[in-house]
């Protein structure tokens, strides 16, 4: 082991997972991630940081495991020695929660107190503390009970994905308060980029866009329209979860942009930005509408920027256009429009 600062991370060969190794390798951690072991390869995200020519010495490892198994992070835990532990593994595709909902809540729910549990037991042997991050989402609060939503605004979740975060988030209070764990909730509303997952409605909608205005695609099938959120990137998000455990006393943040844009705002900047009328090729889709839809999300970041000196770093346009522009230049590429590196 080395002098840096080690730490962990769940879920990092996602999109937060991605951003937040470059982040942490940026500032001079050693960096573990945990992925599942599968048939075959799923670190598109983070290869490139093995190949980065400008940090040839990258401190990045790997190890199997899952959050459904609390052995294996127990063995993580005590061979990493980790002092920052990012949760940020999940399966997160809300309709497909109502699908699977007992593996869902198993992974995503159970899988906190695993950690923490975890957590609990290694500093109560080593005395070496270890500041736990927990990944929370705007879908917990759900049929929304006032506007903007806060840290105190009370949680109304609508979908198995959410509950599973709810019981997420009070455990990881639960743990703070009885055992005096460094233990922090990040809120975080919808975060976007060119990294995203192709089956979220953000990277769906860009992905068609890029086809279809290069005669790959014809039609794009979209649910709901009207749903309304708080779109933000991805990249700035990150460095909210790492401020979060710099900090010396831990808490619970809104991490948002405090603006709200409906599904059909983000098809017309979309579109428009290739020069076409989404009205020309968007057609409506029942599959895609969810059993208990959320309506409204808009977070209210005070807190966030008050105590943490954060702020978001570009606006809802120059995302969205950020993220066509990038699926574009797949295309044009001839890739695979799955990594989308910006």
């Known amino acids: 082991m080395t002098d840096r600062k080690r730490a962990l991370i769940t879920g990092i060969t996602g999109q937060d997972g991605s951003y937040l190794s470059e982040l942490l390798l940026e500032k001079g951690y050693e960096v573990h991630g945990i992925i599942r072991r599968s048939s075959c390869f799923n670190t ?31 063995r993580i ?10 949760n940020l593994g999940a399966q997160s595709h809300v309709r497909v929660s109502f699908d699977s ?37 705007s879908e917990m609060f759900g049929k929304v009970l006032e506007v903007p939503q806060t840290e105190t605004t009370p949680f109304y979740p609508r979908s198995p994905y959410a509950c599973a ?9 639960n743990y703070r308060e009885s055992y005096g764990l460094f233990a922090c ?19 769906k909608i860009t992905r068609a866009v890029a086809r279809i205005a290069t005669n790959r695609q014809k039609d794009l099938y979209m649910g709901n329209l009207d749903s309304k959120r708080d779109w933000g990137y991805a990249k700035d998000y990150v460095r909210a979860m790492w401020l979060m455990l710099q900090q010396d006393v831990p808490d619970d943040y809104v991490v948002a942009t405090n603006e709200t844009h409906s599904v059909r705002e983000f098809l017309e900047i979309a579109f428009s930005h290739v020069n076409l009328n989404w009205q020309d090729y968007v057609k409506f889709d029942q599959r895609y509408i969810r059993p208990a839809e959320v309506d409204l999300l808009i977070g209210d970041p005070h807190k ?10 570009i606006t809802f346009e120059d995302l969205v256009n950020l993220m066509v ?8 590429g001839n890739k695979e429009l799955g990594n989308g590196f910006d």
Do not use: C
């Open 44 to 74: 598109d995200r983070i290869d490139h940081i093995y190949k980065d020519p400008h940090n040839p010495e990258a401190q990045l490892f790997l190890h199997y495991g899952d959050l459904t198994d609390g052995t294996t992070l127990r």
């Open 77 to 86: 835990i005590e061979e990493v020695q980790p002092v920052e532990i990012y």
């Open 101 to 137: 909902p007992e593996y869902t809540v198993d992974a995503v729910g159970m899988g906190v107190l695993r950690l923490l549990e975890a957590i609990r037991d290694y500093q109560q042997r080593t005395g070496i503390e270890v500041r736990f991050y927990q990944a929370g989402s």
């Open 165 to 173: 975060k709810v019981y997420g988030h009070w455990q990881t209070i």
């Open 185 to 203: 909730n990040g809120i975080l509303f919808n975060h976007e980029s060119p990294r995203r997952g192709e089956t979220f409605v953000t990277r």
């Open 304 to 313: 966030a920027r008050t105590k943490l000196g954060w702020e978001p770093s």
């Open 325 to 332: 522009d990038a699926d574009l230049k797949a295309v044009d």
